[in-house]
């Protein structure tokens, strides 16, 4: 009878065990994670502004798991003007993935914002200098505004900017005196030695296309 009763405790106690076993719950939720200061102030930076961009990271919050850490990959690149993400990932203990993504741009339009002089050619013959002022689109990332184009008041233009290349997409302005319906495109190649750049453009009007270049020259 001894042995039955010892028997029937164990059976007891396994019964127990698996059924707080069964009672345990399954960790199945992926860690949290939030992107620090995810913000234009420190998304939107000027090209060349620095050496390297200061990543300010991300925080992870997991329900089980504490004192988890977000690892980033992708790389921004201060001396081209693009679009930029970095991806951050944590795991928890059950081997559940979190991610999220910072987008950073490098914006050309910060550094060539300024006055400049500019001396416009048609062909190789100068058409005398002007003042122009170019602007950075508060917008758009990447995108300048110039007030005068080609020698014309009120030829206001605007350029995109990729890596260090200025494209003046198609678009027709109404602009000149007389005034006319002024169809541009053109580009330019600038870098991080100084602001100067020449700008070469076409221009057609009345479908007449003559080709132009602009020397900008920092003031």
Same mark, same amino acid.
Do not use: W
């Given at each position: +009878?001894?042995?039955?009763?010892l028997?029937f405790?164990s059976?007891?106690?396994?019964?127990?065990?698996?059924?707080i076993?069964?009672c345990?719950?399954?960790?199945?939720?992926? $860690?949290?994670?939030?992107v %620090?200061n995810?913000d234009?102030a #420190?998304?939107?930076?000027?090209?060349?502004?620095?050496a390297?961009y %200061? @990543? $300010?990271?991300?925080?992870?919050?997991? @329900?089980?798991d504490?004192?988890l850490?977000?690892a980033?990959?992708?790389t921004v690149n +201060?001396?081209?003007a693009?679009?930029?993400?970095i991806t951050?990932?944590a =795991?928890?203990?059950?081997g559940n993935?979190?991610t999220? =993504?910072?987008?950073?741009?490098?914006?050309?339009?910060q550094?060539?914002?300024?006055?400049?002089t500019?001396?416009?050619?048609?062909?190789?013959?100068?058409?005398?200098? &002007?003042p122009? %002022?170019?602007s950075?689109s508060?917008?758009?990332?990447?995108k300048?505004?110039?007030?005068? /184009?080609? /020698?014309?008041?009120n030829?206001?233009?605007?350029?995109?900017?990729?890596g260090?290349?200025?494209?003046? $997409?198609?678009q027709?302005?109404?602009?000149g005196? $007389?005034?006319?319906?002024?169809t /541009?495109?053109?580009?330019? =190649?600038?870098?991080?030695?100084? #602001?100067?750049f020449t700008?070469? &453009?076409?221009?057609?009007?009345n479908?007449t296309?003559? =080709?132009?270049?602009g020397?900008?020259?920092?003031?």
């Amino acid at each position: +009878m001894k042995k039955i009763a010892l028997g029937f405790a164990s059976l007891l106690l396994l019964a127990g065990v698996l059924s707080i076993s069964s009672c345990k719950e399954t960790d199945s939720s992926s $860690p949290v994670i939030t992107v %620090t200061n995810d913000d234009a102030a #420190h998304n939107r930076v000027a090209q060349f502004s620095a050496a390297a961009y %200061t @990543d $300010p990271g991300a925080t992870v919050v997991d @329900d089980v798991d504490k004192d988890l850490t977000a690892a980033a990959s992708g790389t921004v690149n +201060m001396l081209l003007a693009n679009d930029y993400t970095i991806t951050y990932t944590a =795991t928890d203990k059950a081997g559940n993935v979190g991610t999220a =993504t910072r987008t950073v741009s490098v914006d050309g339009g910060q550094y060539l914002a300024g006055s400049y002089t500019v001396e416009d050619f048609t062909g190789a013959t100068s058409n005398g200098t &002007y003042p122009e %002022t170019i602007s950075s689109s508060s917008v758009t990332n990447n995108k300048i505004n110039f007030t005068k /184009f080609a /020698f014309y008041v009120n030829g206001t233009v605007y350029g995109t900017l990729s890596g260090t290349t200025i494209t003046i $997409p198609q678009q027709t302005v109404t602009c000149g005196n $007389p005034a006319a319906d002024r169809t /541009f495109t053109g580009t330019a =190649t600038y870098s991080s030695a100084n #602001h100067n750049f020449t700008l070469n &453009y076409s221009e057609t009007t009345n479908g007449t296309t003559i =080709t132009g270049h602009g020397v900008y020259t920092a003031n």
